[in-house]
């Protein structure tokens, strides 16, 4: 029996361009949360002015992280990179770059990326061969320069004074250092407005938490199965599907009960627990390696797939004339419930899909349950009963 939809809202992927995955409504929660604390103390950022030398020999030896995946999965064109050589070129000041420096040293770039990989990529060039881009579309010196790399223009004798206005330049850093708290860190990151448009919550994540996780992440939003099941609708230019899927495997692989309140916390974990950088969860037991998570999510995705078909994750069903986004909550859940269903009950459940789909639409009608997955659906209150109604609702019709 089809639903009726209730309105939605739909998340921007970028400027004017929906991501694919419904808004979750943000509140202030009456609920206590488990906050940890942290010394105001050990709060340490710097400002440090950077000569384009000490630069360049870092990202050579790698202790500036210039990841492949950029923050908006949006590479720039020649013409933007060339207009920033030009900047230089002219000596005008480029703007500040964000990084956050673990305990090694070593930079990860959390704004600023893609002007410190076109540098790379003019100077250096792409395999640090000295074969970088030649200029094209420059503002101002288009017919003098256009079509012409780092190396020819440092072997022509009259470049001479652009060539050292580029390798003068001073670049300005905000460094987070390591002994400042993970949640501090994020907090600051959220501020930086780039181009108009704040980081988000995943591309923050992704900038300080590389390693294992970020790669899983990366085969997970990449993965066949993924993107049949949802119809390839969640963009993940601004990583809007990575979030997604870290959701499902926090909730996974460390269980409801240790959810407290505070999601970006703990996706954060997550990431950091995966990385092996923290015990914060508590788990009594190890991450599993890539291939099972991969296989448990394959998992939880066909069987959704075979319920629900297209409308598997939205409030929307079979039958309804309209397919909602994908719904961040019902996500997590149905994933993490179908995941580690035992074989015998999936196969009583799927024998009964129009039995299943019909109570299941009863549960879609009740107003605590939509507040569950929707205005609630990052409380602790929220994640816990819709948890537990899935539950009630497999269990009947296993015994109908």
């Known amino acids: 029996m089809p639903t009726i939809i209730t309105d939605f809202n739909e998340e921007l992927a970028e400027e004017g361009i929906y991501s694919g995955v419904e808004v979750e409504d943000e509140e202030v929660s009456t609920e206590p949360s488990e906050k940890e604390p942290f010394d105001t103390e050990s709060i340490s950022i710097t400002s440090k002015i950077v000569a384009l030398d000490t630069v360049l020999r870092r990202i050579k030896n790698k202790t500036i992280k210039l990841a492949p995946d950029f923050q908006r999965e949006y590479v720039w064109d020649i013409t933007r990179k060339s207009q920033l050589i030009e900047s230089m070129m002219l000596k005008i000041p480029l703007p500040m770059f964000y990084v956050s420096e673990d305990k090694n040293g070593i930079w990860e770039v959390?704004?600023?990326l893609q002007r410190l990989?076109?540098?790379?990529?003019?100077?250096?060039?792409?395999?640090?061969?000295?074969?970088g881009f030649k200029l094209k579309g420059l503002e101002f010196w288009s017919d003098i320069y256009d079509g012409k790399d780092f190396f020819n223009l440092?072997?022509?004798?009259?470049?001479?004074?652009?060539?050292?206005?580029?390798?003068?330049?001073e670049l300005s850093f905000i460094v987070i250092n390591p002994e400042t708290p993970e949640k501090v860190k994020r907090n600051i990151f959220k501020r930086i407005n780039t181009g108009g448009m704040r980081l988000s919550n995943q591309e923050i994540r992704h900038a300080l938490y590389q390693g294992r996780s970020s790669e899983l992440l990366k085969t997970l939003v990449e993965d066949n199965v993924y993107n049949i099941v949802i119809n390839n609708t969640v963009k993940d230019n601004r990583m809007a599907g990575r979030e997604l899927i870290l959701r499902y495997l926090s909730f996974y692989l460390f269980k409801y009960s240790a959810y407290k309140g505070d999601m970006d916390d703990f996706l954060s974990n997550t990431m950091r627990a995966i990385n092996g950088e923290t015990q914060s969860h508590k788990n009594n037991h190890a991450i599993p390696n890539d291939a099972e998570i991969i296989n448990a999510f394959r998992k939880g995705l066909s069987r959704a797939y075979s319920i629900f078909g297209e409308h598997a994750f939205r409030k929307s069903l079979p039958g309804d004339s309209r397919k909602t986004p994908i719904n961040k909550s019902l996500f997590e859940l149905w994933l993490c419930v179908f995941s580690k269903l035992k074989d015998d009950t999936f196969d009583k459940i799927n024998s009964q899909k129009e039995l299943f789909i019909e109570k299941y639409s009863e549960l879609l009608k009740s107003e605590d349950f939509i507040n569950s997955i929707s205005?609630?659906?990052?409380?602790?209150?929220?994640?816990?009963?819709?948890?537990?109604?899935?539950l009630i609702l497999i269990r009947d019709v296993k015994n109908a």
């Open 110 to 112: 959390v704004d600023g």
């Open 117 to 131: 990989s076109t540098i790379q990529n003019f100077i250096l060039g792409d395999d640090h061969d000295g074969k």
């Open 375 to 390: 205005r609630h659906g990052s409380s602790v209150q929220g994640a816990k009963y819709r948890r537990e109604q899935l």
């Open 154 to 169: 440092e072997k022509e004798s009259e470049n001479i004074k652009v060539i050292n206005n580029i390798l003068e330049t």
